[in-house]
């Protein structure tokens, strides 16, 4: 069944297949997701109430740490609600303006996550490469310039995917074969030539991740070579710990991610369940992952939480 327009056909909803391949373990893999959800979006709000209401972590690093927990909760509730509801209550149809809303919000935000790892990388560089400047140079104002900026590019930058899509007539095929709306997918139901839609799709990727990756490269070479620069071995081992949790949320977002991406485009060969497993989890790991790496390797966090779990006072 579909709506026409002026210059465009589409269909009133498509058809969220889940994980094809694993139909018969549907109702197990989704305990698996809710499990992952759940500690996402706990540890995430935990990480917000703890840097909201303890005012000596109204520090840069903190500030985008905060940030990375809104983006995660954003990103990992756009998609598992409904991924719960396709693999426990067979709830596969979704109409067609939520894909579209779907699509934005899992690309929007994962820009937006990749700013702020950018902007974390640039804190830690400046924090030890000019450690008496730093709060000169990264103050509250410039941070919160820098997440408008991040925000706004994510944006803006994503609009145009359901703008072009929405213009673009689509065959009768109403079916994808995954548990979310994601751009390439919904770009392979529609009947007319779409070079354009994936030239943009790849000039996005390519310049909000590429220019994230290569300013997070410099950074960690530059903190780097500080580093090895200091005399004393105990400060050595103190920078690194300062970074090391960054590096793990780095690895844990931008890994999945590109495989995704890629396999989306050249995976052909790729066993669909492969793809589809590692999709979702690329969705549901890194916000998980986030709040536990930084709860542990963070100190004045951990802190909080065990005085918090001890009912002592800070």
Sequence with gaps: MSASGNSSSHPMSFILLGIPGLENSHFWVAFLFCTMYVVAVVGNITILHIIRTDHTLHEPMYLFLAMLAVTDLVLSSSTQPKMLAILWFHAHEIEYHACLIQVFFIHAFSSVESGVLMAM??????????????????????????????????????????????????????????????????????????????????????????????????????????????????????????????VCVILAFYIPALFTFLTHRFGHRVPRVVHVMLANLYLLVPPMLNPIIYGVRTKQIRDRVTQGCCGKDP
Aim: charged fraction near 15%; hydrophobic fraction near 50%.
């Design 121 to 246: 990388a640039l804190d830690r560089y400046v924090a030890i490469c000019f450690p008496l400047r730093h709060s000169s140079i990264l103050t509250p104002s410039a941070v919160g310039k820098l997440g408008a900026v991040v925000m706004m590019r994510g944006l803006l930058w994503v609009s145009p995917f359901c703008f072009m899509v929405s213009r673009m007539p689509f065959c009768p095929s109403q079916i994808i074969p995954q548990s979310y709306c994601e751009h390439m997918a919904v770009l392979k139901l529609v009947c007319a030539d779409t070079r354009v839609n994936r030239a943009y799709g790849l000039f996005v990727a390519f310049s909000v991740v590429g220019f994230d990756m290569i300013v997070i490269s410099i950074s960690y070479v530059m903190i780097l070579r500080t580093v090895l620069g200091l005399p004393a071995g105990e400060a050595r081992l103190k920078a690194f710990g300062t970074c090391a949790s960054h």
